[in-house]
């Protein structure tokens, strides 16, 4: 039972476009929700995050939106870059006493193409 | 800031062979976590620590994984006997109490041959 889905494994876009990756999850007790980029080799970093009493976290280039009646977020990236290519991570966690605990989906593999 | 350090970054084992991963986690950050990885999946729990205690090991396989946090700094996590679907990253994270945003080590790849 996967509480938190990426349903695309791969995404693949022209620099200087959008991207958007997105992310469903199952579980109504997650509140906080985070995207990681993860580089080969390397182990994932946090890129931004959003709590369930906003619909739309905004960081430079990214903004995440959250849908929590759908149990549904994405990362949108504007304009993307081929820096960006990676695998995005996205994470959910309640909050409750344990906070700080995720569940982690199986990634989305952005490429940026020149 | 030095982040999270973690060794080794490679081990090869046989089958039924023990093994042993350490982290040093950032510098104030009270809370650890020890990841499994495996290829195409996102990282899996397997144990986390507030200081020197466990706070959760509900994935932990406990039959033959093992963690420690002795002083409440430096962590060490163990397989043994390693099987062959243990292979994967193990990624060790650590963030401050309370707070949501991990910060990650670069992973040890294990592989069971």
């Known amino acids: 039972d996967q509480q938190v889905k990426q349903n695309s494994p791969s995404l693949s876009v022209q620099e200087g476009r959008i991207s958007i990756l997105n992310c469903d999850y199952t579980?109504?007790?997650?509140?906080?929700f985070l995207w990681y980029k993860k580089y080969p080799a390397e182990g994932p970093t946090f890129l931004i995050s959003i709590s369930s009493i906003k619909d739309k976290n905004e960081d430079g280039r990214f903004t995440v939106f959250l849908n929590k009646s759908a149990k549904h977020l994405s990362l949108h990236i504007v304009p993307s870059q081929p820096g960006d290519s990676a695998v995005y991570f996205c994470?959910?966690?309640?909050?409750?006493?344990?906070?700080?605990?995720?569940?982690f989906g199986d990634g989305t593999t952005l490429t940026v193409k020149p | 800031e030095a982040g999270v350090a973690q060794s080794p970054r490679y081990k090869i084992i046989e089958k039924r062979q023990s093994v042993a991963f350490w982290c040093n986690p950032i510098s104030g950050h009270a809370t650890l976590y020890w990841y499994q990885q495996i290829l195409g999946q996102g990282p899996k729990l397997l144990i986390q620590?507030?200081?020197?205690?466990?706070?959760?090991d509900s994935q932990l396989p406990k039959d033959r994984f093992s963690a420690e946090r002795l002083k409440g700094v430096d962590s060490t996590l163990k397989i043994q006997p390693a099987k062959l679907e243990d292979s994967a990253v193990y990624l060790c994270?650590?963030?401050?109490?309370?707070?949501?945003?991990?910060?990650f080590g670069p992973g040890t790849r294990l592989t069971v041959t």
């Open positions: 994270a650590s963030s401050l109490p309370g707070s949501f945003e991990q910060y």
């Open positions: 994470a959910a966690s309640p909050l409750n006493t344990n906070a700080g605990k995720s569940t």
């Open positions: 620590f507030q200081n020197n205690g466990v706070v959760d």
């Open positions: 579980n109504s007790m997650f509140d906080y």
